[in-house]
């Protein structure tokens, strides 16, 4: 494939933004070789500046469970478009997405919206620690929460106690306020409530682990959490940026049967438009501004926009079979994929929950941290531009989840099973 007009973008962009991207992992250093620049993206299918055409199992990093330019989405977001993009008012663009929300969430009587992800953990954290009048947060190694500073903190040597900074510019101090347990480990998480439970605001957990590759939770793991939380008065946080209306209408909350107190989305509630929401209880979420004390605003909070994509988004999800259409496709793919590895002899372990979905080069189970991380970079690497030159488009790192659409066909899966079985026949060096 000639794709030398990235490249030349590539050279250019360079010039103006740090390592050319507006994210990190957007610019290839993980697979090598230089990123490839898209120009459009039509249903299950993206399209670069070269005008290569590519199975898309990115979906813009979750977002996109419609696939690209979904009729629907694009009719209604150019009507909004014309009546004004922004007016720092209510609108009642922002009663309909948030009354959608609340039908699939039980646990959310009310919600707020703002513009990421990143912004949505940053505030239920502060709301978390407004309304325990605690300082201590919980999370789990390699979760991600975006890019707060309380959350980029790596476990602290010995014992499991106190965090260090995963970044320069992450203060010590700062970072001494967030404990870092093994994700999928119960006996660490009761033993840390038991001893530091009582200095403990909230503990925050992506219920489906989905950003160290894809790692569902073990048998009993978010049982305990919630029962060791619920007694201690510790608010508990779902971060369901990426499982909220992707493993089920109602998220994780809805698949596994739990309710937590507050609720942190994203992604898919902004079908493609920049957006975040955090919500929980009433007697919790009533301390955020300005019915309550906690600080909490955004100048585009609630846009118009962004509310007109995640409602129309959301509104397709409540189609009957919606979610057996996506199971069914995302089966195919898996099963497909690992008969694939099976045949070339590729050591892989592939995971999968609905329709999020990740393989791993290792010839180990993968149930934590430690076990993904041994999936091999250099294999991953090579899996990746195989099945880029044969037209399929895949996360440009090997810790990452891959997403399959209701835009997907099955003859999309079937032509990626045919990338995937050449692809893994030439991984050896
Ligand atoms: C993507 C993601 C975030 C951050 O969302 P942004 O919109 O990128 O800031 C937070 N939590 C999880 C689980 C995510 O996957």
Redesign the pocket.
């Given at each position: 494939m000639n794709r030398s007009r990235s490249d030349t973008l590539f050279d250019q962009a360079r010039r103006s933004m740090p390592g050319g991207v507006n994210s990190p992992v957007r610019n290839f250093g993980r697979v090598g070789g230089s990123p490839v620049f898209m120009d459009r993206g039509a249903g299950s299918r993206v399209y670069d500046v070269d005008g290569n055409e590519y199975i898309d199992y990115l979906g813009s990093?979750?977002p996109l469970i419609l696939g690209h330019g979904h009729p629907a989405v694009v009719e209604a977001l150019k009507k909004a478009c014309e009546r004004g993009t922004s007016f720092g008012t209510p609108t009642e663009a922002e009663i309909r997405l948030a009354e959608l929300v609340r039908t699939a969430f039980p646990s959310i009587d009310l919600i707020r919206m703002v513009n990421?992800?990143?912004e949505a953990?940053m505030s239920a954290l502060r709301v978390a620690r407004g309304y325990t009048g605690r300082d201590l947060a919980v999370k789990f190694e390699a979760g991600?929460?975006?890019h707060g500073d309380s959350f980029l903190i790596q476990a602290g040597s010995g014992a499991a106690t106190f965090g260090i900074p995963d970044s320069p510019g992450v203060p010590a101090d700062l970072a001494k306020m967030t404990i870092n347990l093994p994700y999928n480990d119960s006996a660490a998480v009761r033993r840390t409530l038991a001893e530091r439970g009582d200095d403990v605001a909230c503990v925050i957990i992506?219920p489906v682990a989905?950003?160290m590759g894809m790692i569902p939770p073990a048998e009993g793991f978010l049982e305990t959490i919630r029962e060791e939380t619920e007694k201690r008065g510790i608010i508990l946080i779902f971060?369901e940026?990426?499982t909220g209306f992707r493993i089920a209408f109602g998220g994780a909350q809805e698949r596994f049967g739990i309710q937590a107190d507050m609720t942190?989305l994203?992604?898919i509630i902004g079908g493609g438009l920049p957006v975040?929401a955090y919500g929980g209880r009433r007697e919790i979420m009533e301390t955020v501004a300005p019915a309550g004390e906690v600080y909490q605003a955004g100048t585009l909070s609630g846009n118009p926009l962004a509310m007109t994509a995640g409602y129309e988004t959301v509104r397709q999800l409540q189609e009957p079979g919606v979610y057996d259409r996506l199971e069914s496709l995302a089966a195919r793919l898996g099963d497909g994929l690992r008969a694939a590895a099976a045949e070339a002899g590729v050591p892989a372990y592939l995971t999968r929950v609905g329709s999020m979905m990740c393989t791993f080069f290792t010839d180990q189970t993968v149930d934590d941290f430690d076990a993904a991380s041994t999936s091999d970079a250099d294999t991953y690497g090579r899996y990746f531009w195989n099945m880029l030159d044969r037209g399929v488009y895949l996360a440009p790192s090997r810790l990452e989840t891959g997403f399959v659409s209701l835009a997907h066909t099955e003859e999309d899966i079937d032509r990626t099973l045919e990338a995937a079985r050449e692809s893994m026949k030439c991984l050896c060096v």
């Open positions: 990093w979750g990421s992800g990143t953990t991600y929460h975006g992506e989905g950003n971060d940026v990426i942190c994203g992604k975040g």
